[in-house]
């Protein structure tokens, strides 16, 4: 494989929020579910009329706490209808930009509600903090342009970004791209090997561990299959950043991942820790269903753009398998604890 054909996951992002409310709906898809999709890493949404269950009071005037800080907050405010409340506003690197804070009303909702206030995101959505600007840049132009769309014709929340990405200016790209680029990305996803993993349920636009009282357990896990789940389904719908996460996989699947990242020189671009080189995406301990949706969208040809036309020689050798076994290999590396330089041309 030549250098210049990048490494094994240039990973777009999918930058600005796209309302966890949407992936909740069941809209007809536009196109057929393709062939070989990995179910788990889309978290397609439930059949119509199926109840939507919340970790969240049901009273809007309810107070929620959390560990770890005195900030307190109502359900209502927890709904960010407007802005995202922030339960750690002493982590952030700089001053959030009100395109990031409160959005471009009505056109575009702010970033924070589905990337959270520090980028992390969460594993419906991208992981954007740490992200180098030109990289990000490039994602929200891709988006415009329609080169970047879901394998998965019924995931919601990439058409509502393209809609976000149209609503947006360059200065607001620019402004969010630089903000999230000085956030470190927490070190908060532990990979466990088990032949069991939690039942689960969509919850809050994405995969939660069944509460056992509520009929919940562990269950055997599929051959290729992560299932990755908060380990606190209140503290993740309350978008708390501090919040841990656990990513289960069958035995055997983290020695597979780093031989597939071996196999295909991830390292080349993406780091020999996977902490990115220049503006290539960094991917240690990201959302590895994250990772393998992006890897599926560039191999189905779903995903297009100057990072993914890099990769299309990688992905169309990778088998599912592979795909799924890197992605966790991925996340099982330990993020950087500083997020790198960012020293960048993107404001041309």
Known sequence: MKKTLGGILAIGLTVLCAAAAAQNATPAPAAPVPAGLPDWAYTPPPP?????PSALPNDDAAVVS????????TRGELRALKETMDWHPEDRQGTMPDVVRFGKPPA??????CHLPDGSGRPENAPISGYHPTYFMQQMQDYREGLRKSADPRKANTNTMIGYA????HEDDLAAAQ????????RRIKVVESKTAPKVRMQGGMHMAVPTT????????????????????LRAEARDTHMSWTAYVPPGTLNRGKQVAAKYQ?????????????PVPPLAGRSPSYTMRQLFDMKNGSRHGPWAELMKPIVSRMTVQEMAAVSAFAAST????APRSTTTSAAR
Do not use: W
């Not at 680029?181 to 927490?186: G, K, L």
């Open 214 to 233: 509520e009929g919940g357990g562990m269950v055997p896990i599929h051959a290729d299959e992560i299932v990755e789940v908060p380990d606190d389904n």
């Open 166 to 169: 149209k609503a947006m200016s």
């Open 48 to 52: 119509a009329g199926t109840p939507n």
């Open 179 to 186: 903000f999230f680029a000085r956030q470190p990305y927490p």
């Open 334 to 337: 330990p993020a950087p604890v």
């Open 108 to 113: 575009a909702r702010q970033c924070t509600l």
């Open 66 to 73: 959390m560990p770890g800080t005195p900030k307190t907050f």
């Open 266 to 278: 991830c390292a080349t671009c993406h780091g020999a820790s996977f902490e990115g080189v220049g």
